[in-house]
């Protein structure tokens, strides 16, 4: 038999444990899956198409970005190359390409993973395109796993930009996935964004849903 | 206020949480990373290599297993190929080749998520050797993760051949893999199996260690 004292002291945990439970809103947010690309910087626009070239729009993507018709293929330090891979738009300061691990693997890179537009002390890779080729000394990476957000989704969950979540997908694989980081911008849609070595182990298609836990 | 049934109702619920927590114990297990791979029948060793040919063993694997010197090439339905997919032996009853869901998606398969050996209405595929080729009607599955493990390991965890656990990952990317199987066998080292595109989504390498949760 339990001690009177004990009863009260596991009430109040269960108590405190039931309000906390109240407190964690199970949001669900609808999961894209990034297949390898690329953002290059003008200049490198120009290296790999010719002087003066514009990347031309195929297909709108969320956040003002899009798909672009060129591709380039991307060469890693054994040599090995993967073709046809979609550059996206607008340009950006820095160019970038985005690989998932499997990737990294077949083309003998060591890209660290990193949320986008961290490079410093990234993987070197090289660029070829129609009209020329580039060397990149730093701008490979493996894109760590993120929720998009707008500042009032950020409100109604309680959660802030920076903060870092665990999601879970519910399938025949099933699986839970930490270390998501939440970015809050107006410009954005609720989205997580995974790569296709997660969407493939996890067996995520693009616009499944994923719940914050 | 609570009534004093409701304080006897939560904390039975409690006493039995507890319990249960004791009864869970968080195991480590090893993780071994299977790469595609080719399980034959002889017949079908002979199709690809010659009449009476025997597999070579390259390298000892558990459970009495080998990889093979041994390799095909595999070919989808879009007549897309993967080269150089290594054979293990010894020889089966029933050909089979697992792959990850990444490399389904290169070769155009439609590859259903199975354990080893259960390959009814699994994915059609072809294998080419250096004499013959073969059209397997089914044979191609993306494996299912499942741990291997010893009567005794089985008895120290309370778990038992067919069991459904999930497994937690500690690193830099953090993931809970559920649906794992567990399969019981006196020939079993303690090992929990899963494929390259759940090991490079949860930067899990060769040898790491898993808790079963």
């Not at 996206?88 to 083309?107: C, F, M, N, W, Y």
């Not at 890179?109 to 949320?115: E, F, I, T």
């Not at 979540?165 to 996935?177: I, K, M, T």
Request: include cysteine; proline fraction near 3%; charge should be negative.
């Amino acid at each position: 038999m339990l001690e009177s004292t004990e009863v009260e002291y596991i009430t109040k945990l269960v108590i405190s444990a039931m309000n906390d439970a109240k407190d964690a809103k199970k949001m669900a947010v609808p999961v894209g899956v990034s297949a390898r690309h690329i953002h290059l910087k003008q200049e490198d626009v120009e290296k790999l198409f010719g002087p003066g070239y514009q990347l031309t729009k195929k297909k709108e993507l969320m956040g003002g970005q899009w798909a672009a018709n060129e591709q380039c293929t991307i060469v890693g330090l054994k040599l090995r190359a993967i073709e046809n891979v979609r550059i996206l738009g607008p340009v950006r300061k820095a160019s970038q390409v985005e690989i998932s691990a499997t990737d990294a693997r077949t083309l003998g890179v060591n890209a660290p993973l990193r949320q986008s537009g961290d490079l410093k002390g990234s993987a070197p890779i090289a660029l070829v395109g129609p009209k020329g080729a580039i060397y990149l000394e730093e701008g490979c990476i493996v894109a760590a796993r993120h929720i998009h957000m707008t500042p009032a989704d950020a409100a109604a969950t309680g959660l802030k930009d920076g903060d870092m979540v665990s999601v879970r997908v519910e399938n025949e694989r099933g699986a839970s996935l930490d270390q998501v980081k939440i970015r809050v911008d107006e410009s954005f849609s609720l989205e997580m964004h995974i790569d296709t070595d997660e969407a493939n182990a996890c067996q995520i298609r693009q616009g499944d849903v994923a719940y914050i836990v």
